[in-house]
């Protein structure tokens, strides 16, 4: 039972800063519209796929949990 209660807590924590992440989110000018970013724009249709910015925050999150596995 405690390791339950310690993973439970691990993914409090780490809702906790999902949510952090996805409020401050807006406030980042750039985030969303980086070079490499898919916008296709047609009458009365756009889809929008960003590409860029996944890679990027796949990146930074790969390399916090490299951190913090060790």
Do not use: H, N
Not at 44 to 63: K, M
Request: aromatic fraction near 12%.
């Amino acid at each position: 039972m405690p390791a339950m209660g310690r993973m439970l807590v691990i993914l409090g924590v780490f809702l906790i800063l999902i949510g952090i992440g996805l409020s401050i989110a807006p406030r980042v000018p750039w985030l969303g519209r980086l070079p490499g970013d898919i916008v296709i724009k047609r009458e009365g249709f756009t889809f929008y796929f960003p590409l860029a910015t996944c890679i990027l925050v796949s990146l930074i999150l790969s390399l916090f949990a490299r951190i913090f596995q060790r």
